[in-house]
Structures are given as structure tokens and as C-alpha cells.
């Protein structure tokens, strides 16, 4: 047994330095960013911000809503074959999508039935597992790179350098970096294991930007700070689930609980996912997920206002034109309180 003795940090743990600046509006600050992906070489232009492929989050009306703003969607993988060749058939020019799936034998028979029918409209994949340090996930994305030169790999997740390394350099363009930290997800608690995603986000973007390779932070961001914390601590992407729940265009019926409307919210591994799913969802996550009700909070425009707002003011206080240089220009700072929580 070994104790790592570096203190690790999480969201909480930390502010954003405030630094001077010539920007004197938000207005002026540009939050979308362009790469090129290391091994699809396709480029990308938009605002980095994915909605989760969680079945409440990853949905197509989510998607519709996110294009408008230019986020991106990993829609979730339980729709069938035809609605999934429809909606990449359609899809408008400048819209990010990810066709998520794990690494079962069905994932990969019906990700090649779908490809083989909507073709050159599918463009990016996210591959998920709850535990990406098995062998079986690398020799996957080894396999998939290469029979898919041109496809844009998003996979994970891991929380270490030395396994971001690996899989970017196995043909993953975007680590998937997070395990843990959902906010319906309860693997620390049932497992012992994990990562405070803050400083899994700072090594595994140093480890993946020394190759090439982007990371896309997942999972517990709780508020727009945490998003721009994220964006500093170097992710390229973050993913959103808890985030954008609870919206009309999450799907879910709406229940009434003592006069206030909510919505359900839940792990892909909870137990309610399970059900719904009928033993297709054991494979997703090792560990068990829970289930929420959480306020009903309408159309998610609102929330994207709030959410993109609070990103490009975080710009502004340090004093980044771009999105780009947020994580050059942050210098985080440690803290034992960071809200004033007086008023609850
Ligand atoms: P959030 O933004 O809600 O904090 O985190 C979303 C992420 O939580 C998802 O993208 C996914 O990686 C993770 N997640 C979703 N469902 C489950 C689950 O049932 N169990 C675990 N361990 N993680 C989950």
C-alpha cells in the first residue's frame, strides 16, 4: 500500500484569481473555440460545452435547443436504429454530435448497422465506460481508430496522465476525464474510488496537450464557476449532465410534490435506468448511480444564459478575449470557504 501525499483539489477548493485587464464588457469576449482533432484531422468550431449522454440530457430536443448556442450533444445510446439515422441524416452543418456507446459486442453491431445507413452524417463518437484502465476499452479504440481513420474519438473515463497518454496515443482525439465526481453518481461511495476532478482535469489535459490530444472534463460541475474553473484547469471540453436536468427538453414527466413541479433525474446505472432499460444498462456503469427529483426549471435557454454568462464574466475578470486563453491566464487560488452561505 502507498499514500500519494500531493493534496488534489476539487471545484470547491478553489477561486479564480482576478487579474487587470483592458476588456471592459463581457460582450467582448469570444467563447467558442477551434481545433482540428489529432487523429480524425476533422475541425471543429463551437462553443466546448456537451451536453452528457445521459438518457434525461442526451436527448434530440436537447440537442436542437444546444445547436442554437453552438454547444455540442452526446445524445444518449438507447434510440433506436431508424431515429438515429434519421437525426444524423438531418443534422444542420455546423452542429456537434457525438454517437455515444459503450464496448459490448451489440454497442459495435448496431453503431456499424447505423453507420452503414447514415454514413458520412455520423462524424464523432463517444465511447463511455464507467472504468477506462481495462484492456478490452484500449484495444477497443485501437480497433475502432483503425477502422475508422476519419471518425472523431471522444473516449473514457480516466483521471491519470499515464492513461490519458495511452489513449490518446491509441487514436482517442478527447480523453474523457472524470470518475466520481457525477451528481448522481455514487461509485465513490460504493467503490472507494476516484479522483478530485479539478486536478484530474489539470493532469490530464498537460498529459494530453503534450501529444496533440484534447480532454473533455465529465461531471461535477454544479455551477457556471465550476464550468470556467474547468475551462482554466485546462479541459477543452466540459460535459454537463446535473446542469442541464430538469428542462422541457429533458423528456421526463413532470410530477407535482407539495404544489412545486419536479423532474427526475438519474445515473445511467441507477436502479430506475436499469428498469427502464431491461439489463442493457449493467454493462454501462460498474457502479450504482442514484435518482433525484429535482425542480422543474423550463425551457433550458434560460440555464444557457446563466451558464454561458457566467463563463465569458470568468473571462472577463482575468482578463482572456478567448475562451483559449482562460487557462493561461488563470491562476487558481486555495480556499476553505468559497461562498457566503447566510442566506442558504
Ligand atoms: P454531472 O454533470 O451530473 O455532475 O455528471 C455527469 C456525468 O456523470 C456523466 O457524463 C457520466 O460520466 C456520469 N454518470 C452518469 N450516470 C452515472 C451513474 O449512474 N454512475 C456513475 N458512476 N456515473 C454516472
Same mark, same amino acid.
Given at each position: ?9 476539487? $471545484? ?47 436527448? $434530440? ?36 454530435? $457525438? ?137 477543452? $471540453? ?107
Amino acid at each position: 500500500m502507498r499514500i500519494e501525499q500531493d493534496l488534489k483539489l476539487d $471545484f470547491k477548493d478553489v477561486l479564480i484569481r482576478p487579474k487587470r485587464s483592458t476588456l471592459s464588457s463581457r460582450s467582448e469576449v469570444d467563447i467558442s473555440r477551434e481545433y482540428t482533432f489529432l487523429h480524425s484531422g476533422r475541425k471543429y468550431r463551437g462553443v466546448p460545452i456537451v451536453a452528457a449522454n445521459m438518457d434525461v440530457t442526451g436527448t $434530440f430536443e436537447m440537442a436542437t435547443a444546444l445547436d442554437k448556442q453552438m454547444l455540442a450533444t452526446a445524445l444518449h445510446k438507447h434510440y433506436d436504429d431508424d431515429a438515429l439515422v434519421a437525426h444524423f441524416s438531418a443534422l444542420p452543418d455546423n452542429a456537434t454530435r $457525438f454517437y455515444s456507446m459503450g464496448i459490448g459486442a451489440a454497442d459495435m453491431a448496431k453503431f456499424r448497422r447505423v453507420m452503414e445507413r447514415a454514413g458520412p452524417a455520423i462524424k464523432s463518437v463517444c465511447i463511455d465506460v464507467a472504468n477506462g484502465y481495462t484492456k478490452a476499452f484500449v484495444d477497443f479504440i485501437h480497433s475502432l481508430r483503425e477502422a475508422y481513420p476519419a471518425l472523431t474519438i471522444m473516449a473514457g473515463n480516466v483521471v491519470t496522465g499515464e492513461m490519458t497518454e495511452e489513449l490518446v496515443l491509441g487514436g482517442a482525439d478527447i480523453v474523457k476525464v472524470g470518475i466520481g465526481p457525477g451528481s448522481v453518481c455514487t461509485t465513490r461511495k460504493m467503490t472507494g474510488v476516484g479522483y478530485p476532478q479539478l486536478s484530474a482535469i489539470i493532469e490530464c489535459a498537460d498529459a494530453a496537450h503534450g501529444l496533440g490530444g484534447l480532454i473533455c472534463a465529465d461531471g461535477g460541475c454544479t455551477t457556471p464557476g465550476d464550468v470556467a474553473k474547468a475551462f482554466g484547469g485546462g479541459a477543452d $471540453f466540459v460535459m454537463l449532465g446535473g446542469m442541464l436536468a430538469g428542462h422541457d427538453e429533458c423528456g421526463g414527466q413532470l410530477e407535482e410534490v407539495d404544489g412545486v413541479r419536479k423532474m427526475r433525474f438519474y445515473g445511467m446505472s441507477s436502479r430506475i435506468a436499469m428498469q427502464k432499460y431491461a439489463g442493457g444498462v449493467a454493462e454501462y456503469r460498474a457502479s450504482e448511480g442514484k435518482e433525484v427529483l429535482i425542480d422543474y426549471r423550463g425551457p433550458v435557454e434560460n440555464t444557457l444564459q446563466d451558464l454561458l454568462g457566467g463563463v465569458r464574466s470568468a473571462c472577463t475578470y482575468v482578463g482572456a478575449r478567448k475562451l483559449k486563453e482562460l487557462s493561461k491566464r488563470t491562476t487558481f487560488i486555495r480556499v476553505s470557504q468559497q461562498l457566503n452561505e447566510v442566506f442558504g
